[in-house]
């Protein structure tokens, strides 16, 4: 525990779980809908991937990974076939 408190006296903090499951399942959809943008060659779909599964590297905020995350999601979704 020393080198938590260590690291929280620099001012870095761990994420929370609800944020790295966040990261983990919109960076698997991302990656899913990169490959099928892909294949059947359909920019939107392809970037909208590429998006999601960069976009947790510039949030830090919990509740902005997940609204960013639906709201791209939901896009993909739109645009998969």
Sequence with gaps: MNEISQLQS????????AYLAGAILFGIFGYVAYRRGKQRAVANLKWTGLGLMLYPYAVSETWMLWGIGIALSVWAYTQWD
């Design 10 to 17: 620099m001012g870095l903090t761990l994420p929370s779980p």
